[in-house]
């Protein structure tokens, strides 16, 4: 099996890619050993990953899709919002797919128990992350993903087994 963390990249600064507080909260996830790290192609999450995991081995364009612009959804503030989302606009649902289908892919990059980071931004990876809940039975509630929380997913032979989420 291997395993995907994918992770909302860290505090965004206004004169700086990162605050420092938001680099100093990556540096301090540092340790975990990935064998493959990967961001979406913009600079704030190019360095968050680099600050967990110590480098930075591709940019993913699928892990920033071409959605129509940041708040093609609107903002939500809880799970429990996206999940609503998820299940009333079939262009919510059609885009977690294809997500799914981006981190399957990038987990099958990996060996077994080998691991996969991939850090991008709040929607692109609440959506997915609902979706993938909902398929495995499980319950989400909460807020939305805070900076560096996210989740990790066991792959089976691309199969998702299961779903622990990550909150700072």
């Not at 959804?73 to 997500?99: C, D, H, V, Y």
């Not at 989400?140 to 691309?158: H, K, M, W």
Request: glycine share 10%.
């Amino acid at each position: 099996m291997s395993v995907l963390e994918v992770r909302r990249h860290a505090e965004r600064g206004m004169a700086t890619v990162l605050t420092p507080r938001g680099e100093a909260a990556a540096r301090a996830l540092h340790g975990t050993k990935y064998a493959l790290v990967v961001s979406s192609p913009l600079e704030r999450a190019q360095r968050t990953a680099e600050l967990i995991a110590g480098r930075l081995d591709a940019t993913e364009p699928g892990l920033l899709p071409d959605i129509g612009g940041a708040g093609v959804f609107g903002s939500m503030a809880t799970l429990a919002e996206w999940r609503a989302l998820l299940r009333s606009e079939p262009k919510a649902r059609a885009f977690a797919n294809e997500q799914l289908a981006t981190w399957a892919r990038l987990a099958g990059r990996v060996g077994p128990k080998e691991r996969v980071l991939a850090v991008s931004h709040g929607g692109i990876i609440e959506l997915p992350i609902v979706a993938l809940a909902e398929e495995l039975g499980l319950a989400l509630d909460g807020p939305s993903f805070a900076n560096l929380e996210g989740a990790v997913i066991t792959y089976d032979r691309r199969k998702r087994t299961t779903l622990e989420l990550l909150r700072t």
